[in-house]
């Protein structure tokens, strides 16, 4: 059997991605895949993918006649920037460097989705080259290789994370076999045949956790386990609106409780006033602040806090929910079509998350800092919202997910 699992742009599309490889190869060892993603995330991919061979190597398999591998490939693919919001006026005010870079983000766009088709063509030509199945992980890298395939006739499953589906999946969804949703009130497709509500796959680290536990990630982090932790972060990348809220109320939030910030890859740089609030004497933290650019063990941290703040991406909401975390959604408003916003009304209207605009909180950050006190001082808000929001996870959704591809590859 051979799958091919394309997933790349955020990290948020590599994670479920793997989540759902480990199913197959644990259900199917022999398994043969291929992981196509961008040159952004290539490295990342072929970290992961290397823990996961070492994991099922020859020495799991004496006696086997075919060796199972994982093969990891670049694909090019073309991003189309879009952004709620901005006009044509735009180029004439404060928008207009915002304008000109999505304009011509676009044109560099349109020429590497014509790549990425040329190569997904070339690469599934032949039939032998041809997977049973593919995985389509949402997002612009996998529109030339849906695509293509749709040209083929490769059946293929897509998974779309967001209550509200991405251009990308929306272009493809009707001739996949399944679209695997991972919310159950997803917009424009609820009804349809081949829909079905999975959940999001994330990694098997994240999971609930005791008291004991978690004081002891808090001590393993620098901090004091008995006093409340928050942990603060806009994903791997950072969240430049939040780290500027951050700023202005720190020196308030450390008066009541410790604070960690993941200040995130592109924007830390930006932060590094930031560490004289982070106070060492012999590699032990004195202080109850710590920065990070990021951690490759984002679940440590998380699991550390009494209290997360967080952008609304779904994968990130359901690493959360896993975790049983009481959590802040700050969405970013201005992703094309509100999907983050969406998101968190959601769960908000279900009582399983606060939520703080990012407009208004760049405008009155003391707003951010309301609402982290508001659960500081309420053990009993933290423990609701918490639950509500573990009620929202579906452990088995990397299982549901392969179960699916398994089934679709043997009929193939």
């Known amino acids: 059997m051979k799958v091919l699992v394309v997933g790349g742009g955020s990290g948020g599309h590599i994670t479920p991605a793997v989540a759902a490889v480990r199913e197959i190869l644990e259900k199917k060892p022999r398994t043969k895949i291929e992981f196509w993603t961008d040159k952004k995330y290539y490295k990342n991919v072929v970290k992961i993918t290397t823990e996961i061979g070492v994991r099922w190597g020859e020495e799991?398999?004496?006696?086997?006649?075919?060796?199972?591998?994982?093969?990891?490939?670049?694909?090019?693919?073309?991003?189309?920037?879009?952004?709620?919001?901005?006009?044509?006026?735009?180029?004439?005010?404060?928008?207009?460097?915002?304008?000109?870079?999505?304009?011509?983000?676009?044109?560099?766009?349109?020429?590497?989705?014509?790549?990425?088709?040329?190569?997904?063509?070339?690469?599934?030509?032949?039939?032998?080259n041809r997977p049973d199945v593919i995985f389509l992980k949402g997002g612009f890298v996998g529109l030339p290789v849906g695509l293509v395939a749709k040209w083929f006739k490769i059946p293929y499953v897509i998974h779309e994370s967001d209550a509200v589906p991405g251009l990308a999946n929306r272009l493809l969804m009707k001739r996949a076999k399944v679209v695997a949703m991972g919310s159950p009130y997803d917009e424009g497709i609820k009804g349809r045949e081949n829909w079905e509500w999975v959940g999001i796959p994330v990694a098997a680290e994240y999971k609930k956790i005791s008291n004991t536990t978690q004081k002891q990630l808090k001590r393993a982090a620098g901090f004091d386990p008995e006093k409340p932790l928050v942990m603060i972060t806009g994903g791997s990348q950072g969240a430049e609106h939040i780290n500027l809220a951050i700023r202005e109320i720190l020196p308030e939030l450390l008066k009541i409780t410790s604070v960690g910030l993941v200040a995130g890859r592109k924007h830390y740089e930006d932060m590094v006033d930031l560490k004289k609030y982070e106070e060492w004497d012999k590699a032990k933290l004195q202080s109850n602040f710590r920065m990070w650019e990021f951690s490759p063990t984002m679940n440590e941290l998380l699991g550390a806090a009494d209290v997360v703040v967080s952008r609304a991406g779904a994968t990130t909401i359901a690493e959360l929910a896993i975790l049983s975390k009481p959590v802040i959604l700050i969405p970013f408003e201005k992703l094309p079509g509100g999907h983050q916003s969406k998101n968190a009304e959601r769960l908000e209207r279900e009582g399983a998350v606060m939520v703080v605009p990012d407009n208004k909180m760049l405008e009155d950050p003391n707003l951010l800092l309301e609402a982290i006190k508001t659960l500081i001082k309420s053990s009993k808000k933290r423990e609701e919202l918490a639950t509500r929001l573990h009620d929202e996870s579906k452990t088995d959704a990397a299982e549901r997910l392969a179960d699916i591809l398994i089934e679709i590859a043997t009929e193939a």
């Open 60 to 128: 799991d398999r004496a006696g086997s006649k075919e060796k199972p591998y994982i093969i990891v490939r670049k694909i090019k693919a073309g991003k189309f920037h879009r952004y709620a919001g901005l006009k044509l006026k735009d180029y004439f005010d404060e928008g207009a460097k915002t304008l000109r870079d999505v304009t011509f983000g676009n044109i560099f766009g349109f020429f590497g989705f014509m790549a990425g088709l040329c190569q997904a063509f070339f690469r599934l030509l032949g039939k032998k």
